[in-house]
Each structure stands twice: as C-alpha cells, then as structure tokens.
C-alpha cells in the first residue's frame, strides 16, 4: 500500500500568518490517466472529514481561496496563505491513484 | 445533497454491528459509496466500497471475510456489516461518496457513526 507521511503533524501559527503542510508519498502518485489523485481534507473536532482540494489542485466549491494545493510525484503541499480561527483542525492527504486509497496521519493545525 | 447514517451502537466482542447510510440530493446509482472508520483520537483508514447500480464491492484486505457492503437502491440506503467485533473495532465509522463517471474520493461524508465495543 502506498504510504503517505506528513510534516510537521502539528503547526501552531499565529492568525493572519501563512501555513504550509507537507505530503510525501512512497509512490508517484501520476496516475496513468495523466491525474494526481492527491486530495486534502479538513477535520474540524467533532466533525466529519471535508474535502478542500481535489486531484492535486482544484478547489471545492465554497472552499476559500486562501487554501491552495500543489506539487508533483512523491511531493505535495497545502498552504494557506492567512489563517483564520474557522482553521483550527487536522489536515489529511490522501491518495486515490493507487489501490487501495490510503490517508497520511494528519496535521494539527492551532492557534498561538 | 447528503449523507445521513444511522445512530450509534453498543456491542460486545464477537458481536455484529450494521450501519446504514441514506443519501439524498443526487442519483444514488450513479455514484460509489464508500466506507471509512476513525479510531478515537486517530487518522482514517478506508474500509470498502460499492457501486450501488451493480452493486460490486471492493474491500481492503484486512477486512475481507468480516465486512459486508449491500445496499437498498429503493430506499437510497447501503449498509455496512462488520462481524466478529473486537475492542480495536471501536471507532466512529463514516459513509463517504466517490465518483461517478469520472475518479473522485469523498466528497461528500455522513454525519458519522460511532460504534463502541465493550464487554
């Protein structure tokens, strides 16, 4: 199975600052159609996972613009570009180009 | 468009729990519907799947055996049956859809079941 790994798992930050989280993965995750299967998702506590970023870049709908997804093969990132307080959760990435679908451990995102 | 799954349960080990999934707002055939589960306080590990117009079922390996995916394509409802239920079993299980025509993961999640195993 594919194996992603996150950095940092947590990240304090301080509101209206940046924040970058890491995904690499054991595989290329250029799936053969010519996609990344790499999306991320936001857990809120007490909350059920939601996606924020499909197929290594695309917004969902009433996502906000600060988040953005990139990379290539083996190496990803989710930034936000100005934390806000509704931030506050755990960030997973999780791969679907390889069976079967495997999520990282997550990151802890707070608030200084 | 939503996900909404049935309330939690209680059971003891060796026990068999079904957690059910109702979704509404979009052509239930058209779609795969997913299964996950989040240990407390852990990351999430998926479980299987089903096409509800065929319904074929993939699971992960570790599960195989132990976990039946069905559905109910009247009702709108699939279900996921786990059996021979063990205290590492506890977890609140998640119903997520996939894609349809095209390849997507989880756009869409239930509220959440959580399941307790205890003697």
């Known amino acids: 199975d594919v194996v992603l790994t996150q950095s940092p798992l947590s990240l304090p930050v301080t509101l209206g600052q940046p924040a970058s989280i890491s995904c690499r993965s054991s595989?290329?995750?250029?799936?053969?159609?010519?996609?990344?299967?790499l999306n991320w998702f936001q857990q809120r506590p007490g909350h059920p996972p939601r996606r924020l970023i499909y197929n290594l870049s695309n917004r969902d709908s009433g996502v906000p613009e600060r988040f953005s997804g990139s990379g290539s093969g083996t190496d990803f990132t989710l930034k936000i570009s100005r934390v806000e307080a509704e931030d506050i959760g755990v960030y997973y990435c999780m791969q679907g180009s390889h069976w079967p679908p495997t999520f990282g451990p997550g990151t802890k995102l707070e608030i200084k | 468009v939503q996900l909404v799954q049935s309330g939690a349960e209680v059971k003891e080990p060796g026990a068999s729990v079904r957690v059910s999934c109702k979704a509404s707002g979009y052509n239930f055939t058209d779609y795969f519907l997913h299964w996950l589960r989040q240990a407390p306080g852990q990351g999430l590990e998926w479980i299987g799947r089903?096409?509800?117009?065929?319904?074929?079922?993939r699971y992960l390996e570790k599960f195989q055996g132990r976990v039946t995916v069905t559905r109910d394509s009247s009702i709108n409802t699939t279900y996921m049956e786990l059996s021979g239920l063990r205290s590492e079993d506890t977890g609140v299980y998640y119903c997520?859809?996939?894609?349809?025509?095209?390849?997507?993961?989880?756009?869409?999640w239930g509220q959440g079941t959580l399941v307790a195993v205890s003697s």
């Open positions: 595989q290329t995750l250029l799936h053969t159609y010519g996609t990344t299967f």
């Open positions: 089903i096409h509800p117009r065929a319904g074929v079922t």
């Open positions: 997520a859809r996939g894609g349809g025509q095209i390849i997507s993961y989880f756009d869409i």
